[in-house]
């Protein structure tokens, strides 16, 4: 089994449209939770941060983690072509860091 | 313009040959680090490095190599002992520690083996 899990889509909705993205993990000495977005031929660029439990919200986007259920997720509200990329979740803690598959997220227009 | 540069963006290497890809560096951080990105299989640390003159091992070390004799610089040189060297390599780097996950990256190097 994969310490983090993401399933890598791909996912397609249309603009406006509101999207979840989750990963979920098994590795319980993880404290610091991250999405990072990809655009097509970069380098991926932090997006979202939380230290342990909880939500935050930046914008458009909410990260929420729930260490009880080993479950992170990402938001984003009012969807936008521009958003189109890879979001790849990360966790970090006990000294290492592990990246989900990432999620290859389509927005329409 | 702080950042990372990594060179060449595109390279092609016939089996057998030794590349090495450059990173570069002008954020003052400590820590750097090497990814390997294939489809499907998001990003695998290669090796990673917290102080000049020292470097350890990632969980797929096997077939590359590193230095780090200057803080801005940690180039990565894949070798021919490498069975599948054709990838997206990504340099990082970060002021704390690789647990706490606040990684920048650079652009990124696509190796082809032909």
């Known amino acids: 089994q994969k310490e983090v899990e993401q399933d890598p889509g791909p996912l397609s909705v249309p603009e406006g449209a509101i999207v979840s993205l989750n990963c979920t993990y098994s590795?319980?000495?993880?404290?610091?939770f991250m999405w990072y977005r990809q655009y097509s031929r970069k380098g991926p660029e932090l997006l979202m941060y939380?230290?342990?439990?909880g939500n935050k919200e930046d914008g458009r986007f909410t990260a929420q983690v729930d260490k009880s259920s080993k479950y992170i997720s990402l938001f984003i509200r009012d969807s936008q072509p521009s958003d189109s990329a890879t979001y790849l979740c990360?966790?970090?803690?006990?000294?290492?860091?592990?990246f989900g598959q990432g999620t290859r997220l389509t927005i329409n227009p | 313009d702080g950042g990372i540069t990594q060179s060449p963006k595109y390279l092609f290497r016939k089996e057998g040959q030794n590349v090495t890809l450059s990173c570069e560096q002008n954020l003052n951080h400590d820590a750097m680090y090497w990814y390997r990105q294939d489809p499907g299989q998001g990003l695998r640390l290669i090796y990673y490095s917290q102080i000049v003159n020292d470097f350890q091992k990632g969980d797929i070390a096997e077939g590359y190599s590193v230095s780090r004799e200057k803080k801005e610089s940690f180039p990565l040189t894949v070798t021919s002992a490498q069975k599948n060297p054709t990838a997206f390599y990504l340099c990082?780097?970060?002021?704390?520690?690789?647990?706490?996950?606040?990684?920048?990256f650079g652009e990124g190097s696509r190796l082809t083996v032909l």
């Open positions: 939380t230290y342990s439990s």
């Open positions: 590795n319980s000495a993880f404290q610091y």
């Open positions: 990082a780097s970060s002021i704390t520690g690789l647990a706490t996950g606040e990684l920048f």
């Open positions: 990360a966790m970090g803690g006990a000294q290492k860091l592990v």
